[in-house]
């Protein structure tokens, strides 16, 4: 298993451009969450999804959209970058989210730098 | 609202000696609670988890945590820090199907 993939791990956008960041799991996991990293910040949760079709937003989903039309991905489109959307941006997925369940697998991440 | 916070932004400690990272939570209901471990340019890795049963749970690379319901907290333990062990340290809540997150505790072992 490759587990969740993202793609790319590096981009660098202008101010105005759009660009979707790619999101694949092979683990037949239902739930799936888009998370963004900022130094001292921690993480914080853009979208998230509990299957395919399914979607909702997440603390900060503003300037971003998703979809999940197959349950292997997880696609985060940027509408208009801006330099606050400078950060790095991590997809995960799990399971289940109930009962002994709830941790969450983690990709590699992608560094966006708007510029 | 369930929160986790981490009040320290680094911890030091000398290799081999015992290590803490603290983790106090806010919720409401029983917590479900978890530490993560992420190495510099890497995606997050799960260490473990405190769902219900011993207070002393054990997990990855001779990490545990202690769940203290009277103190709220749930603080990272080990024994015995490596330098390999220098990373940032995240504790998180389940909520609502995701996980909320701390802002991180670096942790720096020193040969």
């Known amino acids: 298993n490759a587990g969740v993939t993202q793609t790319p791990k590096f981009r660098i956008l202008k101010i105005g451009q759009s660009m979707t960041l790619q999101c694949t799991q092979d683990?037949?996991?239902?739930?799936m969450y888009w998370y963004r990293q900022d130094p001292g910040m921690g993480l914080k949760l853009i979208y998230y999804?509990?299957?395919?079709?399914?979607?909702d937003k997440g603390e900060v989903p503003n300037g971003y959209n998703v979809s999940r039309s197959t349950t292997e991905d997880f696609p985060l489109r940027l509408e208009l970058a801006a330099p606050s959307q400078t950060s790095v941006y991590f997809c995960?997925?799990?399971?289940?989210?109930?009962?002994?369940?709830?941790?969450?697998?983690f990709g590699e991440g992608s560094r966006l730098t708007v510029l | 609202a369930q929160s986790v916070a981490q009040p320290e932004d680094q911890v030091n400690v000398a290799e081999g000696n015992p290590l803490t990272v603290k983790c106090t939570y806010s919720v409401s209901g029983n917590p479900y609670l978890f530490w993560y471990v992420q190495y510099p340019n890497r995606g997050l890795q799960f260490l473990l988890k405190?769902?219900?049963?011993?207070?002393l749970v054990k997990g990855s690379y001779g990490f545990e945590a202690e769940f203290n319901k009277s103190q709220t907290s749930f603080h990272l333990k080990k024994p015995s820090a490596l330098v390999s062990d220098s990373a940032l340290y995240f504790c998180a809540v389940r909520r609502a199907g995701t996980l909320t997150f701390g802002k991180g505790t670096m942790l720096l072992v020193s040969p």
């Open positions: 995960a997925s799990t399971k289940r989210t109930g009962g002994a369940g709830g941790e969450l697998f």
């Open positions: 405190y769902i219900t049963g011993d207070n």
């Open positions: 999804s509990v299957g395919a079709g399914i979607t």
């Open positions: 683990m037949n996991h239902n739930y």
